[in-house]
């Protein structure tokens, strides 16, 4: 059985999360087996807010060279979690 905490990994602090934020948006990395029911779950019962809706997409893994050897790094998941009118989540 899955926990909240095995479905939330991090919450993405980038420019572009950050500017999101005033629109009651916030970035999270999940895990790629969850589904946005169980990532609305998740965030309401973590950070005891109220979640209006849940946007997910597949972020690619990037082509990396080292050295002579070529690779990618993984890819992820990523949740926009939107909040309801008055709901803000503290970060520290």
Do not use: C, H
Not at 55 to 79: D, E, F, H, M
Not at 80 to 85: A, G, H, P
Not at 86 to 92: F, L, M, P, S, Y
């Amino acid at each position: 059985m899955k926990t909240s905490y095995d479905i939330l990994k991090t919450l993405v602090r980038s420019e572009k999360g950050l500017m999101m934020e005033t629109d009651r948006k916030y970035v999270f990395q999940v895990a790629n087996q969850a589904n946005k029911i169980e990532i609305k779950k998740a965030v309401e019962e973590i950070y005891k807010v109220k979640v209006q809706d849940v946007n997910t997409s597949i972020v690619r893994g990037k082509l990396k060279t080292v050295r002579r050897a070529q690779g990618s790094t993984t890819p992820w998941k990523k949740a926009i979690v939107t909040l309801k009118e008055g709901q803000k989540i503290e970060v520290t």
